[in-house]
């Protein structure tokens, strides 16, 4: 069935809101506030649908031509449609909406949006899928199928001078391909697999590492386990399975608000929350009296080890944040906490309360969830100071923020 609709307003996740004839909302996927569209429903719910944008009717004034072929189709980007400067401005807005409306904070204290460096060939990873041909693609806007692809705009150069030249057999088990890019110019390629056979291999005169990641561990197949990136001139060792963020130059900008933002002093205990390899640690270690770090993923723990090496008064946990928090006994004054998409776990969240450190900077990658994570720290005594975004991920629906929080209540 298609129906033609008026857009209003861009939602988070990137698609754009209309009303159906009989009122309900309908998401638009590559349409914009304000335009006139012709969808096909895709997906049909009591309370709200979904829709394919069939044709542009009246197009928004905003409205311009993607540089990708692959754009609608492919799941990766939903912005390109989008300048660049009206990208953050959607963002900053969306951000802004999700702490209004979830966590009820009435004008919230945003900061500018930090554009990325490059809105373009920002990415130092880059994960494919592989289409039933064998070739090398991105999930479809659907989620379901994969669509091969001949060019993509994200990733580092090098890495788009790479990829072409790597030829896979279809493999029963080989779920993901990732390429990530080491400072050193070399290329580190992640065969993810559900099943323990390696597949075999030549990588002939290409200046790649392979490893091959099944359910009983890292297997090299060449070269090293690991790929060195550096942020601010420092470098990290990031192994096969262990997360690092995709935007060098945003990571480092992050890292700087957080040192020039945080009230840093002689002496203090630090707590770094979903550490990683130990990006933010690293360079908070040598301000702070006692740091005390918590990861869950073994091959970051060791990671983080490694790039921590030099100092003493850094102690790691390896475990999940809602265990390891809960049974630790710290006055800290300062906490990073920096989850995944799906927020703080409720014990994390309730050991913080009861730790109460006197500032919190709360690193998001999820707007829905850090203004849930808010609302209740706001309930337990914290006040908000400041929300800044970052745009790490250009012509993209995601949001990153650094959201600073200060304890009100005496502890
Ligand atoms: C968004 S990343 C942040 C890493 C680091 N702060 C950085 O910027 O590189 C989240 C990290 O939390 C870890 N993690 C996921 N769930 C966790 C949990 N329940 N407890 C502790 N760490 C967890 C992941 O392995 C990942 O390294």
Same mark, same amino acid.
Request: glycine letters at 8%; proline letters at 9%.
């Given at each position: 069935?298609?129906?033609?609709?008026e857009?209003?307003?861009?939602t988070?996740?990137?698609?754009?809101?209309?009303?159906?004839?009989?009122?309900?909302a309908?998401?638009?996927?590559?349409?914009?506030?304000?335009?006139? *569209?012709?969808?096909?429903?895709?997906?049909?719910?009591r309370?709200?649908?979904?829709?394919?944008l069939?044709e542009?009717?009246?197009?928004?004034?905003?409205?311009?031509?993607?540089?990708?072929a692959?754009?609608?189709?492919?799941?990766?980007?939903?912005?390109?449609h989008?300048s660049?400067? =009206?990208?953050?401005?959607?963002?900053?807005?969306?951000?802004k909406?999700?702490? $209004?409306?979830?966590?009820g904070?009435?004008?919230?204290? #945003?900061r500018?949006?930090?554009p990325?460096?490059?809105?373009?060939?920002?990415?130092?990873?880059?994960?494919f899928?592989?289409?039933?041909?064998?070739?090398?693609?991105?999930?479809?806007?659907d989620?379901?199928?994969?669509?091969?692809?001949?060019?993509?705009?994200?990733? %580092?150069e090098?890495?788009? %001078?790479?990829?072409?030249?790597?030829d896979? $057999?279809?493999?029963?088990?080989?779920?993901?391909i990732?390429?990530?890019?080491?400072?050193?110019?070399e290329?580190?390629?992640?065969?993810?697999?559900?099943t323990?056979?390696?597949?075999?291999?030549?990588?002939? %005169?290409?200046p790649?590492?392979? *490893?091959?990641?099944?359910?009983?561990?890292?297997?090299?197949?060449a070269?090293?386990a690991?790929?060195v990136?550096?942020v601010?001139r420092?470098?990290?060792?990031?192994?096969?399975?262990?997360?690092?963020?995709? +935007?060098?130059?945003?990571?480092?900008? #992050?890292?700087?608000?957080?040192?020039?933002?945080?009230?840093?002093?002689?002496?203090?205990?630090?707590?770094?929350?979903?550490?990683g *390899?130990?990006?933010?640690?690293?360079?908070?270690?040598?301000?702070?009296?006692?740091?005390?770090?918590v990861?869950?993923?073994?091959?970051?723990?060791?990671d983080f080890?490694? +790039?921590?090496?030099?100092?003493d008064?850094? $102690?790691?946990?390896?475990?999940?944040?809602?265990? *390891?928090?809960?049974?630790?006994?710290?006055?800290?004054?300062?906490?990073?906490?920096? &989850?995944?998409?799906a927020?703080?776990?409720r014990?994390?969240? =309730?050991?913080?309360?009861?730790?109460? &450190? =006197?500032?919190?900077?709360y690193?998001?990658? =999820?707007?829905?969830t850090?203004?849930?994570d808010?609302?209740?720290?706001?309930?337990?005594?914290?006040?908000?100071?400041?929300?800044?975004?970052?745009?790490?991920f250009p012509?993209?629906?995601?949001v990153?923020?650094?959201?600073?929080?200060?304890?009100?209540? +005496?502890?």
């Amino acid at each position: 069935m298609i129906y033609e609709i008026e857009l209003t307003t861009l939602t988070y996740g990137g698609e754009a809101l209309g009303r159906l004839p009989d009122g309900r909302a309908v998401f638009v996927p590559f349409a914009l506030p304000g335009e006139r *569209v012709r969808v096909e429903l895709v997906e049909d719910k009591r309370g709200y649908a979904r829709g394919r944008l069939v044709e542009v009717l009246r197009p928004a004034p905003g409205r311009i031509a993607p540089r990708c072929a692959h754009f609608t189709a492919c799941g990766g980007c939903h912005y390109q449609h989008l300048s660049y400067a =009206d990208q953050l401005e959607a963002k900053t807005s969306i951000l802004k909406d999700q702490l $209004e409306r979830i966590a009820g904070i009435t004008n919230p204290p #945003m900061r500018p949006i930090v554009p990325s460096a490059s809105p373009w060939y920002y990415r130092n990873t880059v994960q494919f899928h592989l289409d039933p041909q064998g070739k090398l693609g991105f999930q479809a806007v659907d989620g379901k199928t994969v669509v091969a692809i001949r060019e993509c705009h994200l990733p %580092e150069e090098p890495l788009n %001078e790479l990829w072409p030249q790597l030829d896979f $057999e279809p493999l029963p088990g080989l779920e993901r391909i990732a390429l990530r890019l080491d400072a050193r110019g070399e290329v580190l390629v992640t065969l993810e697999s559900t099943t323990p056979e390696a597949p075999a291999l030549s990588v002939e %005169e290409l200046p790649v590492s392979v *490893v091959f990641l099944s359910p009983e561990g890292p297997t090299v197949l060449a070269g090293e386990a690991f790929a060195v990136l550096e942020v601010l001139r420092r470098p990290f060792r990031v192994s096969a399975g262990s997360f690092f963020q995709v +935007n060098t130059a945003m990571a480092g900008a #992050m890292v700087t608000h957080l040192l020039e933002t945080l009230p840093l002093k002689d002496g203090q205990t630090i707590l770094d929350l979903y550490c990683g *390899v130990g990006l933010f640690s690293a360079f908070l270690a040598p301000r702070a009296g006692r740091l005390i770090a918590v990861e869950s993923a073994p091959s970051a723990c060791e990671d983080f080890i490694f +790039n921590l090496d030099e100092f003493d008064h850094v $102690e790691l946990y390896q475990g999940e944040a809602g265990v *390891v928090l809960p049974s630790l006994e710290v006055q800290p004054q300062i906490a990073i906490v920096d &989850p995944p998409r799906a927020g703080l776990e409720r014990p994390a969240l =309730d050991a913080l309360l009861r730790l109460r &450190p =006197d500032v919190l900077a709360y690193v998001s990658c =999820d707007p829905a969830t850090l203004a849930r994570d808010c609302k209740r720290l706001l309930s337990g005594g914290y006040a908000l100071q400041q929300v800044t975004p970052f745009d790490l991920f250009p012509q993209t629906y995601h949001v990153e923020s650094v959201v600073l929080m200060t304890n009100v209540k +005496n502890k």
